[in-house]
């Protein structure tokens, strides 16, 4: 037998995971309201695809040289020796459900929304987490550069009616695959130059996928990327077109923007237009949603030629800079005191509920005075006192906690009352 006892290890959530507890709950659901309400009036529809995928969709889909694929999924392998992973990013499942359930015949647009958990494996620190939340909005099929001004004119409001403010709309092109190679031979050659002054990864990155130094946020990796060459003077005709459209469409939603040259986001599968809303409540790592088109995702995971453009958007990062304060929602307190009226407050507490007001009893025998004080503690509305008494005369009293009036009614009366000052 040992002689210590080892200290008792509490139980606690994992590392880069968070609970989001019912005190601040109400402002998850206040955006996730906002958010679905806004993109079914834009005609888009809310597609739930699984946690977790095969990983190679990810592979093929998000882009073997992403930092994301290289460092930070989360992969298993199942008790069937699949090799798993929980999403990282969403865009890669909605493409996979469209070609599997052939979306593409329907007659509906192909306009998607999802809000839900995302998982990598990244450092945890403020405000990052290993499960995040995102907004994610997707279309396919739209070629036009109107739909990729209409995107961001429907993220900039689903902003506006958050209440953010100063926020900034970036946009760029990073090419096609007719103009981007030209584009990223220069670049490696650049970064071949100042190879030394690059850290390793990036070193990596010049023979892999250049652009992806980019996403580096070392200091002298970022300094260096400043003064490489950019995108905007290799397009090729169709994508300067194209973002020439862009940006007319965008002056047409009456949005702000400034054209952002590096904007490459960490994604290999962007083509055309890329952008981000950023906000300075932030801090350096700013962004608040970020998206752009990738026209040939379909075509290489064997589906349909179809381009699509999309944007994910960071719940945790737009959450910390929300001053909304949900409202809290007005509910009566059914104290009672005895076996019979427990029975009758349970018969209040179902006959209240299917008229539509919120009602609170609670099982665990507190003395009416303390019943009182919860009510008031708990921020009830009105509170209505069942006893004995009260049965026996058929009277029952409901106090407005906003007034302190009490009123002594028949049960017929009650609801009446309570509506009135609702
Ligand atoms: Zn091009
Ligand atoms: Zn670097």
């Not at 206040?30 to 946690?51: H, I, N, Q, S, T």
């Not at 958050?162 to 926020?167: F, H, I, R, S």
């Not at 054209?259 to 409540?281: A, C, H, M, Q, W």
């Not at 058929?394 to 009352?417: C, H, P």
Request: proline share 4%; hydrophobic share 35%; glycine share 8%.
């Amino acid at each position: 037998m040992s002689t210590s006892t080892p200290a008792k290890k509490e139980i606690a959530a994992i590392k880069g995971t968070k609970d989001i507890l019912p005190g601040e709950v109400g402002i998850w659901q206040k955006v996730e309201a906002e958010a679905k309400g806004l993109f079914e009036f834009y005609g888009y529809r809310e597609l739930r695809a699984p946690v977790f995928e095969a990983t190679d969709l990810f592979e093929k889909g998000t882009g073997e040289t992403t930092d994301i694929v290289t460092k930070e999924m989360y992969t298993f392998t199942d008790k069937g020796g699949r090799s798993i992973t929980l999403r990282p990013e969403y865009t890669p499942s909605v493409a996979r459900a469209i070609i599997e359930h052939r979306l593409y015949l329907q007659p509906d647009p192909l306009r998607f929304y999802f809000i839900g958990p995302m998982f990598r494996y990244d450092k945890p620190q403020k405000g990052r987490y290993r499960q995040f939340h995102q907004v994610d909005v997707e279309v396919f099929g739209e070629k036009d550069p109107a739909i990729d001004a209409e995107i961001v004119e429907m993220a900039d409001t689903l902003l506006k009616n958050l209440g953010v403010q100063n926020a900034e709309t970036l946009v760029n092109s990073v090419g096609c695959r007719a103009c981007r190679p030209a584009y990223s031979k220069d670049l490696r050659a650049h970064a071949e130059k100042v190879r030394d002054l690059l850290c390793p990864d990036c070193q990596r990155k010049i023979a892999t996928n250049p652009l992806r130094i980019f996403d580096c946020k070392v200091e002298s990796c970022r300094e260096q990327a400043a003064r490489f060459p950019k995108i905007s003077s290799y397009l090729c005709r169709e994508c300067r077109d194209h973002f020439t459209k862009f940006c007319s469409y965008l002056d047409l939603f009456g949005i702000p923007y400034k054209v952002e040259p590096n904007l490459v986001r960490g994604l290999d599968y962007y083509t055309k237009t890329t952008f981000e809303i950023v906000s300075s409540g932030l801090g350096a790592q700013n962004a608040l949603l970020g998206g752009g088109r990738y026209d040939d995702m379909m075509k290489d995971f064997g589906g349909p030629d179809l381009s699509a453009i999309g944007f994910a958007l960071g719940m945790e990062r737009l959450i910390s800079i929300l001053k909304i304060k949900p409202e809290k929602s007005k509910f009566l307190y059914i104290a009672t005191l005895g076996e019979a009226a427990k029975t009758k407050g349970i018969e209040f507490a179902r006959f209240f509920r299917r008229q539509g007001v919120e009602s609170l009893i609670e099982f665990v025998g507190r003395s009416l005075k303390n019943q009182m004080s919860r009510a008031n503690k708990l921020g009830a509305a009105w509170v209505l006192i069942v006893g004995e008494e009260e049965i026996r005369k058929g009277l029952y009293q409901l106090k407005d906690m906003a007034t302190g009036n009490q009123n002594e009614a028949k049960a017929e009366d009650l609801l009446k009352i309570i509506c009135d000052s609702a």
